[in-house]
């Protein structure tokens, strides 16, 4: 850390524990009282660290409120990659929106949508792989696993059912470049009300299906919505009501989620398979058993009066 450029400004240096992320996170506050985050990878990382920050970067030059990239390179003898970013102030809004009522949780729900919509507005690449044939090898993936594993059950049987019969629901669908886990753990509430978004991490791929990144919305496996806030967020996005094509591919999409919370084996999730088995009777539950795509927590009428 010590060959980071301006470290020797450093005054203080405070680790984050919180979060999914293996990268090392820190607190820096500088000695003229800049404040800023620190996040240190392994070089392994170092192809995927910096699209992260180059996605960062091209967030904000079109006014996203994120934090602000300072730096990117290597340290730790060339061992490691960091990236320094502005710190943004402000409450997680995992934790500011139970305290909320409900036109204020409808109203943070319409800007976070606003927001989303103009990541989107970022071009995927030219030669992009249509997304089709990406996204249903990564869902025969999960298909393939859950038929060779002792993993079956009728309700599990529904969602593979829907993801075979609706593959068509891929075909020649718009990419462009996303924030990658768009959702509550990620946007922090400013003061003043507005909202902004942090950790443009990258698990799967930097761009694809802009309808996709609603699939992780939702504050987790085997969670329950904030319906005046994840409406809100659908009416931000679309100015109004999604149309009917939004919500087959959005239904399409949780299908998906469902399997892969069933079938997921990573170290978080391993030893509750529960999790995975609750979030898949949640998306039965709220498409009727794939039978709805509208889902039931859905408000198509609400108003923020």
């Known amino acids: 850390?010590?060959?980071?450029?301006?470290?020797?400004?450093?005054?203080?240096?405070e680790q984050i524990t919180k979060g999914w992320s293996d990268d090392k996170k820190y607190f820096v506050e500088t000695r003229d009282g800049r404040r800023m985050l620190l996040r240190v990878s392994d070089i392994k990382e170092f192809d995927r660290k910096k699209a992260e920050y180059g996605m960062l970067e091209r967030a904000c030059a079109i006014g996203v409120l994120?934090?602000?990239?300072?730096?990117?390179?290597?340290?730790?003898?060339?061992?490691?990659?960091?990236?320094?970013?502005?710190?943004?102030d402000g409450e997680d809004a995992a934790e500011a929106l139970p305290r909320m009522g409900e036109a204020e949780q409808y109203a943070l729900g319409i800007k976070a949508g606003e927001l989303l919509r103009r990541i989107h507005t970022l071009p995927a690449p030219e030669d992009a792989e249509p997304?089709?044939?990406?996204?249903?090898?990564?869902?025969?993936?999960?298909?393939?696993?859950?038929?060779?594993?002792p993993i079956q059950s009728e309700?599990?049987?529904i969602v593979v059912r829907y993801l075979q019969d609706n593959r068509h629901l891929l075909d020649n669908r718009p990419?462009?470049?996303?924030?990658?886990d768009f959702n509550v753990n990620n946007m922090m509430v400013m003061p003043g009300g507005e909202i902004g978004v942090i950790d443009f991490n990258y698990y799967n791929k930097d761009h694809g299906d802009p309808w996709w990144e609603f699939d992780v919305m939702?504050?987790?496996?085997?969670?329950?919505?904030s319906a005046y806030f994840h409406s809100g967020m659908l009416h931000g996005y679309f100015h109004g009501s999604p149309p009917r094509e939004f919500f087959e591919l959005?239904?399409?999409?949780?299908?998906?989620?469902?399997?892969?919370?069933?079938?997921?084996?990573?170290?978080?999730?391993?030893?509750?398979?529960e999790i995975g088995r609750r979030h898949l009777e949640n998306i039965l539950r709220w498409f009727d058993d794939m039978n709805n795509p509208v889902?039931?927590?859905?408000?198509?009428e609400c108003s923020i009066q």
């Open 175 to 180: 990419q462009t470049f996303g924030h990658g």
């Open 218 to 225: 939702l504050n987790g496996w085997g969670s329950e919505p």
């Open 250 to 273: 959005f239904s399409y999409y949780q299908a998906y989620d469902a399997l892969a919370a069933l079938c997921d084996t990573s170290v978080h999730h391993q030893g509750e398979p």
């Open 1 to 13: 850390m010590v060959d980071i450029p301006g470290y020797e400004n450093f005054a203080k240096i």
């Open 155 to 157: 309700s599990g049987e």
């Open 131 to 149: 997304w089709g044939d990406w996204f249903y090898r990564k869902a025969q993936g999960r298909i393939d696993f859950y038929n060779a594993n």
């Open 66 to 88: 994120a934090p602000e990239p300072l730096g990117f390179g290597l340290c730790g003898g060339n061992r490691n990659v960091y990236s320094l970013s502005g710190w943004l």
């Open 295 to 300: 889902p039931s927590w859905y408000l198509k």
